[in-house]
């Protein structure tokens, strides 16, 4: 099959699909400037992810958040979503998208616009305190007295985010495997397929029925396994094409010509 009939493909399932949902990694982001963890210029290749270990994270907390808040306050905290982003919430309001999953922490779904955001992995715009399990806006805390302390009983402050170790949480983990149940079309974008349970979802999809459409720069997991339609390229590339099919002349159009 040649690129075109494949991205051709694509579009068509997409214009035919009744509950189409988008699940994303963090290869989503690196055009944001956010790198991913694995792959090059991984994170994992420059970090210990022993420290966002949850054991780890209440034996060392100090060390933990320092790791922290260099890589999710200060390096994705001043994060902008990017053209994939805005084409999720785009397709989203266009009635293409009814929900994204994400792994990432980001908060950048949100922050583009999507209304459906399932954070699988959590998000660091909040953070919970691990004795009173109390939840607090990260704007709550300054970041100046590490490790943080919870401000109603002075227990341990953590980002809320899925730390290696721990449970997915709920609800998230419950609405994204019905989200993967119900979807007929599940749009994989820039995820390696290698963290359980997340890398579930697609194959729950998959079993009930999904096609899957999955955007990446190189094969994953998935591809060989899972996927229908691979469509090869940067996700802000692809996404942009997508949504200039689908939404031609609609009234978020042009921002893709403009952007
Ligand atoms: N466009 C599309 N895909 C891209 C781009 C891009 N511009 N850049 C990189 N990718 C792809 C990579 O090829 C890779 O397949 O994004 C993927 C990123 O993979 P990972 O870093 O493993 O990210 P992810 O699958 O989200 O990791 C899952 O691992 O450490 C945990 O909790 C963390 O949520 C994270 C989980």
Same mark, same amino acid.
């Given at each position: 099959?040649?690129?075109?009939?494949?991205?051709?493909?694509?579009?068509?399932?997409?214009?035919?699909?009744?509950?189409?949902v988008?699940?994303?990694?963090?290869?989503?982001?690196?055009?944001?400037?956010?790198?991913?963890?694995?792959?090059?210029?991984?994170?994992?290749?420059?970090?210990?992810?022993?420290?966002?270990?949850?054991?780890?994270?209440?034996?060392?907390?100090?060390?933990?958040?320092?790791? #922290?808040? !260099?890589l999710?306050? $200060?390096? =994705? @905290?001043? /994060?902008? &979503?990017?053209? +994939?982003?805005?084409?999720?919430?785009?397709?989203?309001?266009?009635g293409?998208?009814?929900?994204?999953?994400?792994?990432?922490?980001?908060?950048?779904?949100?922050?583009?616009?999507?209304?459906?955001?399932?954070?699988?992995?959590?998000?660091?715009?909040?953070?919970?305190?691990?004795?009173?399990?109390?939840?607090?806006?990260?704007?709550?805390?300054?970041?100046?007295?590490?490790?943080?302390?919870?401000?109603?009983?002075?227990? #341990?402050? !953590?980002?809320?985010? $899925?730390? =290696? @170790?721990? /449970?997915? &949480?709920?609800? +998230?983990?419950?609405?994204?495997?019905?989200?993967?149940e119900?979807?007929?079309?599940?749009?994989?974008?820039?995820?390696?397929?290698?963290?359980?349970?997340?890398?579930?979802?697609?194959?729950?999809?998959?079993?009930?029925?999904?096609?899957?459409?999955?955007?990446?720069?190189?094969?994953?997991?998935?591809?060989?396994?899972?996927?229908?339609?691979?469509?090869?390229?940067?996700a802000?590339?692809?996404?942009?094409?997508?949504?200039?099919?689908?939404?031609?002349?609609?009234?978020?159009w042009?921002r893709?010509?403009?952007?």
């Amino acid at each position: 099959m040649n690129k075109t009939t494949h991205f051709d493909d694509a579009v068509n399932l997409i214009k035919r699909a009744k509950h189409m949902v988008a699940f994303t990694g963090a290869g989503i982001s690196v055009e944001s400037g956010i790198p991913p963890f694995r792959g090059r210029g991984g994170l994992w290749n420059s970090y210990d992810p022993a420290l966002l270990e949850l054991d780890e994270f209440k034996n060392k907390p100090k060390d933990s958040w320092k790791l #922290l808040k !260099k890589l999710f306050y $200060t390096h =994705f @905290g001043t /994060a902008k &979503p990017n053209g +994939a982003h805005y084409a999720l919430a785009d397709l989203e309001e266009n009635g293409f998208v009814k929900a994204v999953i994400t792994q990432n922490i980001d908060n950048l779904h949100q922050l583009a616009g999507s209304k459906n955001v399932i954070d699988f992995h959590g998000n660091i715009s909040r953070m919970v305190c691990l004795a009173c399990k109390h939840f607090f806006a990260r704007s709550d805390y300054s970041l100046n007295d590490l490790p943080l302390k919870c401000k109603e009983c002075g227990g #341990l402050i !953590k980002p809320d985010v $899925t730390f =290696f @170790g721990e /449970a997915v &949480p709920e609800p +998230a983990n419950t609405l994204a495997n019905r989200q993967a149940e119900m979807s007929d079309v599940f749009l994989i974008i820039g995820s390696t397929g290698e963290v359980y349970p997340a890398a579930l979802l697609p194959e729950t999809a998959k079993e009930t029925g999904a096609k899957i459409i999955e955007v990446n720069t190189s094969e994953t997991q998935f591809t060989n396994k899972i996927t229908d339609i691979f469509l090869k390229g940067k996700a802000t590339e692809i996404m942009g094409e997508l949504v200039s099919s689908l939404l031609a002349g609609s009234k978020n159009w042009e921002r893709y010509f403009l952007r």
